[in-house]
């Protein structure tokens, strides 16, 4: 092949500007990059060669080396792992394959710390080389091809890049960094024998460097034709927990999610029994950018045997638990297993179901013993650990117990056991109501009764909230009760004398109701006195085993289908405006400006603003 000269994709000349704008903070992380790509080169060969092995050639041990030139001012990172054929190398080196790469680019803000720390999580991977690189050149040969099929592809990190073919005997890769004016520190065995060990400690290759040696004559260190290995090359995970320390915890943990900030929480263990594997497993510390994108499941890497499989393994946790990031190593699995046969596979099942629970205990152990910590867990993952009450019947108690609200008396951090410890005496069921924002939810009308007889509500506001509700009927053995849905009973907390006042209003009232139904028989499914305001005149309900207005919204708005149920309006008899309704010549005008003022309290949109406005403004200059 001529040479070509080749233009990059739009996405990755926009990576490029920021790799050199934004990235400049923590330079030395294109090591670790560069590295972990040599690495993954290896394991895709060791993988390839499992039915091919004279892909190995006639080097079967797989490394990486880092060398340098100082007088040319380079650093080498090279591989014999599985190598880049032409096309592999216009296609990969000159896109960016990932999906969600348009989604993650809207992101980006244009404050330079922000978008270095998305990128960190999104991974710039190869492109990293020129942070510290004004150009790069990669020579390669992919395993199996002939030495003539080499590539040498070459770049300046701006608009395009070049292709050419080489004659290369050598089998794989190497990243060949021209660095930029005043980057020469690291062209230094110390500087990269440190970063190495920073970084990449764990990976499980071998990582080798010249050997240098103290020239008495010239005064300094010179390096000799003699490798070493500067790393530990055992995989961290397969290492017992007593040789690992907390800081190489937390740089695999980075390695692996892209995150620069520590993990929450860890657990690290090896299960034996029915299935027999090794799982290291973290919670990070803050939500990634599509967290909410429950097709995007980038978190666990399975390995067998140490061999490398797959990444984004997602049949090894459930759904809700994507947040979690790790590695799990089984003994049992075969090593051609595909996403496919995962699916089906009884090991994974036990993998899953014993990866699930260590999650959950993990969680607990925070929500009992560092409940600052697990208050920031909440913050960030909260709304997804619900979905899990409505994914996972085996766990929904345990689930349950680590859901934390808001209610009437704190903001938030409420658990159901805590609700429950503070249960009024003769209140038989838990009380929560569901609205769009927490002020909403805290001055709804119906909540007024509740109010004035001290009981605590739940105040439910995330979008999933319905939704689980739908599957978690109690706690305790205390029913949860909402408290816009039915007429209001609070049993044994409403004494005789409200009660029999209640009745006696229901059939003072009923000429009162009558008109109201006439009136309003469109909108109003019912109208009835209610106990439940203090200081309202009226506000809706929702009948038992209807969808509640609030589901019903968010569902339209997610443009879903909801059934057309109409609210029953409940009114306060003791209130002024209703009184005046009573004698009212404008009675059907107040009636409606009643049902609508209901409506607007409790985040619900009119159906005609306009009307509304109009019965308003007529009677505001009656
Ligand atoms: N040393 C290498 N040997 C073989 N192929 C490589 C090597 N380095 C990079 N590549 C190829 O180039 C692609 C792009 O690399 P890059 O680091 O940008 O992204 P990635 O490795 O896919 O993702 P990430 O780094 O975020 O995990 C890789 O997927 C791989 O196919």
Not at 24 to 49: H, M, T, V
Not at 229 to 253: C, M, P
Not at 267 to 291: C, M, W
Not at 485 to 492: I, Q, R, S
Request: charged share 30%; proline share 2%.
């Amino acid at each position: 092949m001529e040479k070509q000269t080749l233009s990059f994709q739009a996405e990755v000349k926009q990576l490029l500007h920021l790799v050199a704008h934004s990235l400049y903070s923590n330079k030395e992380i294109f090591l670790r990059e560069l590295i972990s790509n040599a690495s993954d080169a290896c394991d895709k060969l060791r993988f390839e060669a499992l039915n091919q092995n004279s892909l190995y050639e006639d080097q079967p041990n797989l490394e990486v080396r880092v060398s340098f030139d100082k007088a040319a001012r380079t650093i080498t990172i090279s591989d014999n792992g599985i190598g880049l054929s032409s096309e592999e190398a216009i296609a990969n080196l000159g896109t960016i394959a990932k999906s969600g790469t348009r989604e993650f680019m809207d992101k980006l803000s244009g404050d330079q710390q922000k978008d270095a720390q998305l990128i960190g999580q999104f991974g710039v991977g190869f492109y990293s080389g020129f942070i510290v690189a004004d150009r790069i050149t990669v020579e390669s040969r992919r395993a199996g091809a002939r030495p003539e099929e080499g590539v040498r592809w070459s770049s300046q990190g701006t608009g395009d890049f070049e292709v050419e073919t080489l004659t290369r005997e050598r089998r794989g890769t190497d990243v060949i960094l021209h660095l930029r004016e005043g980057e020469d520190e690291y062209a230094s065995t110390w500087k990269l024998k440190s970063i190495i060990s920073k970084y990449s400690d764990h990976i499980s290759l071998p990582i080798l460097m010249r050997k240098e040696e103290w020239d008495k004559d010239k005064g300094e260190y010179v390096q000799q034709d003699e490798w070493e290995t500067v790393n530990q090359a055992a995989a961290l995970w397969t290492r017992s927990k007593g040789d690992i320390t907390e800081e190489q915890y937390q740089e695999f943990y980075k390695q692996i999610s892209y995150d620069s900030q520590a993990p929450l929480a860890y657990t690290h263990n090896r299960v034996e029994g029915r299935s027999e594997y090794t799982q290291l497993l973290y919670i990070p510390a803050k939500a990634p950018f599509d967290l909410w994108n429950r097709d995007k499941r980038g978190g666990m890497k399975l390995y067998v045997k140490r061999v490398f499989i797959m990444d984004d393994a997602e049949a090894l946790l459930p759904v809700y638990l994507r947040f979690v990031k790790g590695v799990i190593d089984s003994a049992d699995l075969p090593l051609n297993v595909s996403r496919e046969l995962l699916q089906e596979s009884r090991d994974v099942k036990a993998i899953r179901e014993g990866s699930t629970k260590r999650v959950l205990s993990m969680l607990e152990d925070l929500a009992e013993n560092q409940q600052e910590k697990y208050a920031s867990f909440w913050k960030e993952f909260g709304a997804v650990l619900k979905e899990g009450v409505g994914e996972d019947n085996a766990n929904r108690e345990r689930l349950a117990k680590l859901l934390r609200f808001a209610s009437t008396r704190a903001d938030e951090g409420v658990s159901f056991a805590d609700y429950v410890g503070r249960m009024k005496e003769g209140q038989e069921a838990i009380y929560y109501i569901t609205a769009d924002t927490l002020a909403a939810a805290k001055n709804s009308p119906q909540l007024e009764i509740f109010r004035k007889k001290d009981l605590e509500v739940l105040l439910l506001t995330d979008r999933v909230d319905e939704w689980m509700l739908n599957y978690l009927y109690e706690f305790d053995g205390k029913p949860l009760q909402s408290v816009a849905k039915g007429a209001v009973d609070l049993g044994k907390l409403q004494d005789e004398e409200e009660k029999k006042k209640a009745e006696e209003a229901a059939t003072a009232f009923k000429p009162l109701l009558d008109r109201l139904k006439e009136s309003l028989k469109d909108k109003a499914k019912d109208v009835r006195v209610t106990t439940r305001l203090v200081d309202s005149p009226a506000c809706l309900v929702t009948e038992e085993g209807e969808m509640s207005g609030h589901l019903a919204r968010l569902l339209k708005q997610a443009g879903q289908s909801a059934p057309e149920t109409k609210p029953v309006l409940e009114i306060n008899a003791e209130h002024a405006l209703v009184q005046r309704l009573q004698d009212s010549e404008r009675f059907d005008e107040l009636a409606h400006i009643l049902f609508d003022q209901a409506l607007l309290a409790e985040g619900g949109q009119l159906e005609d603003p306009a009307a509304y406005v109009r019965r308003v403004n007529a009677l505001l200059t009656a």
